[in-house]
């Protein structure tokens, strides 16, 4: 099955500075990847995501690039700022039949963003 | 607020007892997602039900069972609980249309600790 590493676990930057997560996935299938941020006490939320037939999507401070023929892709949060403090989990999927969407997330990276 | 639905939000029980974890999804939304989440191994899938039936399924044990019922609420089943269960349980939903994934909807999850 997919397995999806994600790094760093954790990171700690000042605000205003650019933040950066990677992730790495094994089956080559795959061609969908969410990001999702947790904040404490929550449910993870959808931030942004990316299907394989695109290398980079934006949106507003947030962009997430897709390396296929590496088999990672990457969150990129610049501008932080406090609010942008909260785990952030990657995850792959492949497209299949059945409306079987199984998700597989990676282990999640801590972001703290220090005023 | 996601639109879905946890009950309970904490509980508490011993070793070797059942409980029952009820979601209630997004109104509209066929599938249901069950993923358990623990400290050192992040958000695991566990199994998804779409529209009453089975369609996928992860890292969910023999003595965890789950089901969707015809108004599409689901229940998360876990029995003869070890100190091991003791995480917090998250509910999602979504449309589930189509071969693509799309945005899953995440409640506020169960916390279940066992003593």
């Known amino acids: 099955g997919e397995n999806v590493e994600q790094h760093p676990s954790t990171l700690s930057v000042q605000e205003g500075d650019s933040a950066v997560i990677k992730c790495t996935y094994s089956?080559?299938?795959?061609?969908?990847f969410p990001w999702y941020k947790q904040e404490l006490g929550k449910g993870p939320q959808l931030i942004i995501d990316?299907?394989?037939?695109?290398g980079e999507k934006k949106d507003q401070r947030i962009a997430v690039t897709l390396n296929k023929t590496a088999k990672h892709f990457s969150l990129h949060i610049t501008e932080t700022q406090p609010e942008d403090s909260a785990v952030y989990f990657c995850?792959?999927?492949?497209?299949?039949?059945?409306?079987?969407?199984?998700?597989?997330f990676g282990k999640g990276t801590l972001l703290t963003v220090n005023p | 607020d996601s639109g879905v639905t946890q009950t309970p939000k904490h509980l508490i029980t011993a070793t070797g007892q059942r409980v029952t974890l009820r979601c209630s999804p997004r109104?509209?939304?066929?599938?249901v997602y069950w993923y358990q989440q623990s400290l050192d191994q992040g958000l695991q899938f566990l199994i998804q039900?779409?529209?009453?039936?089975?369609?996928a399924k992860g890292n969910i044990l023999e003595r965890f069972s789950a089901q969707q019922f015809p108004d599409l609420h689901s229940e998360l089943n876990l029995s003869s609980l070890e100190l091991g269960d003791s995480a917090l349980y998250f509910c999602?939903?979504?449309?589930?249309?189509?071969?693509?994934?799309?945005?899953?909807?995440f409640g506020e999850g169960s916390r279940l600790t066992v003593l």
């Open positions: 999602a939903s979504s449309v589930a249309r189509g071969r693509m994934p799309g945005e899953l909807f």
């Open positions: 990316i299907r394989s037939n695109v």
């Open positions: 109104s509209g939304d066929l599938s």
């Open positions: 039900y779409y529209n009453g039936e089975e369609r």
């Open positions: 995850a792959a999927s492949r497209e299949s039949g059945g409306s079987n969407y199984k998700l597989t």
């Open positions: 089956d080559s299938a795959s061609n969908y």
